[in-house]
């Protein structure tokens, strides 16, 4: 948990610097478990200075609804936003050219989801049990697609990816079958 003046802390803004000792250092990552289960955290903001959120820093922060993630971010870690379970949209930056494993895993309140086209990978189950999300477009430069990527995405409908919107899982995980490795990625 994260307390301010004996309160539990609930919208929490990141600076771009801190002061220690005399001396300013510049913020420019969001370290391992740096938030780990801060259940009152309902929004964050990340300032322009931070260019990777790292492994789990934000995992089942289930109470956080918002988070804005700057441009300047280009590397989000496994496990990122595991189980932030109020979560509802998130837009990943441009820079980023990987979705790891699980980063979105249970993020059962997302219906909006904004991959970039600087993606090439998505890690195993990167959205699995995201079960609000009801469409989603996936770059046509993809690369690696994981195992069950988007599995128990149960209100998912529409898979778009190269101009095609697929509404059936067989024919997308055919589709993606060669940079899948012939594992399902929907189901």
């Known amino acids: 948990h994260l307390y301010k003046d004996g309160q539990e802390v609930t919208n929490l803004v990141i600076p771009e610097t801190f002061e220690r000792d005399g001396t300013n250092y510049k ?4 370290a391992p478990s740096a938030l780990y289960e801060c259940g009152f955290l309902v929004s964050i903001t990340v300032p322009e200075s931070v260019t990777s959120i790292g492994d789990s820093a934000f995992y089942d922060c289930d109470s956080l609804t918002s988070i804005n993630i700057p441009e300047s971010v280009t590397s989000i870690g496994d496990h990122a936003f595991s189980e932030c379970s109020d979560l509802t949209s998130i837009t990943i930056p441009e820079g980023v050219t990987s979705i790891e494993d699980h980063t979105f895993y249970s993020c059962c309140s997302l219906t909006s989801l904004t991959i970039p086209e600087s993606v090439t990978s998505i890690g195993e189950w990167a959205f699995e049990g995201c079960y609000s999300l009801t469409s989603v477009t996936i770059p046509d430069d993809l690369t690696s697609i994981g195992e069950l990527a988007f599995g128990a995405c149960d209100s998912l409908a529409t898979i778009t ?4 919107s697929y509404t059936n899982e067989d024919e997308f995980n055919d589709a993606v079958s060669a940079i899948s490795g012939g594992d399902m990625v929907w189901n």
């Open 27 to 30: 913020i420019t990552g969001i």
């Open 161 to 164: 990816w190269k101009g095609v």
